[in-house]
């Protein structure tokens, strides 16, 4: 599936999420992703998504199917069926951190003994359990702003990881840092992190909004998952003026290098083609299964 999401990524066209401000929804954020199947471009299908940004509100994934064939314009000459409706949540958890597990291949240091998570929601869980299966650490640590959430994130699990009291505990000496906050401030310093880290950054999503802090983002290479994006949506590279160097596609596809001896921060932001590839792969299970 890594693989699937990983070719995925270097040549599909990325379309931008649309955000709208709905009274009273704070935020919703539309992405959306077109999936051909082979040469004749049947079974194509268009795949949409709504976020709210609000916590704890309920997503949506609608997946349309386009009915009709060899067409080079996506406008829908007749009515669509509505292929299937799914939670969007779960595959959201599911499909960023596949996401960065890649970019953790890519650029982690050859040596990642310790890996370091922010936050304690679905996304921190998401993230430890695509980690902690592709990747082995000796210890894994987790922080959040509330402890007692943190604790509960931990007991929660079958394997021992350590709560800090504070970002700079956990991050002191980590080679891999997830940062899945909804903080719209700083967290995590350039002081405190280890030279030639990774950092998977993948909260603060909105242009105005931080994670990381200026050493950090302009001492780091920075690679994003869509240069589009994360100029029109991500406040970290927006504010800090710090430079993309490259997609994740890019570095996929050779373009780019993969500079895994240097501090890396892997900026994400989500792609709706993302959400495509892995939606098809369950509806493909469930039609396998069912
Ligand atoms: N890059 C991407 O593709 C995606 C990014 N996200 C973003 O990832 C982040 C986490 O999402 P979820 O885990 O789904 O949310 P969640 O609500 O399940 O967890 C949020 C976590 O952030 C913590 N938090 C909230 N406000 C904070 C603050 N001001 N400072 C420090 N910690 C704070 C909470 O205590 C909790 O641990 C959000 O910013 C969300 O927008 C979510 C989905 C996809
Ligand atoms: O891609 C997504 O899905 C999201 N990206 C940024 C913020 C929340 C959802």
Redesign the pocket.
């Known amino acids: 599936r890594l693989k699937a999401v990983a070719f995925l990524l270097h040549r599909q066209p990325h379309l931008l999420k649309t955000q709208l401000y709905v009274t009273p929804l704070e935020l919703v954020l539309s992405s959306c992703g077109v999936i051909e199947n082979g040469e004749q471009r049947q079974n194509k299908a268009l795949i949409t998504k709504m976020n709210n940004?609000s916590?704890?509100s309920p997503d949506y994934l609608h997946i349309v199917n386009d009915t009709f064939a060899n067409s080079d314009c996506y406008c829908l000459p007749q009515p669509p069926k509505l292929l299937t409706i799914m939670d969007g949540e779960a595959i959201?958890?599911k499909r960023?951190a596949a996401v960065s597990a890649i970019s953790a291949k890519l650029f982690k240091p050859a040596l990642s003994e310790v890996l370091c998570i922010l936050?304690?929601?679905?996304?921190?869980r998401s993230h430890y359990d695509v980690f902690t299966k592709l990747f082995k650490f000796k210890e894994v640590r987790v922080w959040?702003?509330?402890k007692e959430?943190a604790q509960r994130f931990v007991n929660d699990l079958q394997d021992p990881v350590t709560v800090c009291s504070s970002v700079k505990e956990a991050v002191i000496g980590a080679d891999v840092i997830v940062t899945?906050?909804?903080?719209?401030?700083p967290?995590l310093f350039g002081e405190w992190v280890k030279p030639g880290a990774h950092i998977a950054a993948?909260?603060?999503?909105r242009p105005d909004w931080r994670e990381l802090d200026d050493v950090l983002m302009r001492e780091a290479v920075v690679y994003v998952d869509s240069r589009e994006g994360a100029t029109a949506e991500s406040g970290d590279i927006i504010l800090s003026g710090a430079e993309v160097f490259a997609e994740l596609g890019e570095v996929i596809n050779g373009s780019f290098p993969a500079q895994r001896e240097k501090t890396t921060v892997f900026k994400?932001?989500?792609m709706g083609i993302q959400d495509a590839v892995s939606a098809k792969l369950v509806l493909e299970k469930w039609n396998s299964e069912y």
Request: hydrophobic share 35%; proline share 0%.
């Open positions: 940004l916590i704890s959201t958890a960023t936050g304690s929601g679905q996304q921190a959040s702003r509330n959430m899945a906050t909804g903080a719209s401030q967290i993948v909260g603060a999503c994400s932001l989500g």
